[in-house]
């Protein structure tokens, strides 16, 4: 169990990063496709949102990765 743990630990996280950028991008594509011209403020200002919850998960990852933590 401690191996395992080692080698999650070791692995390199750019994978978890590309899944969670296709994934974000398929909420994308879906809140724009059911967008309703009346919500496209909302759909907008959720993007947005979104986006910005993103990167600071990356920066806090990254920031964790380089400076220890992980």
Request: aromatic fraction near 14%; avoid cysteine; hydrophobic fraction near 65%.
């Amino acid at each position: 169990m401690d191996d395992m743990m080692e080698k999650l630990v070791n692995m390199s996280f750019y994978p978890v990063l590309l899944v969670g950028l296709v994934l974000i991008s398929a909420l994308f594509v879906l809140m724009f496709r059911f967008a309703e011209a009346e919500n496209l403020g909302l759909v907008l200002s959720m993007a947005l949102l979104i986006s910005f919850v993103s990167v600071l998960i990356v920066r806090f990852i990254v920031y964790k990765r380089k400076y220890g933590g992980f």
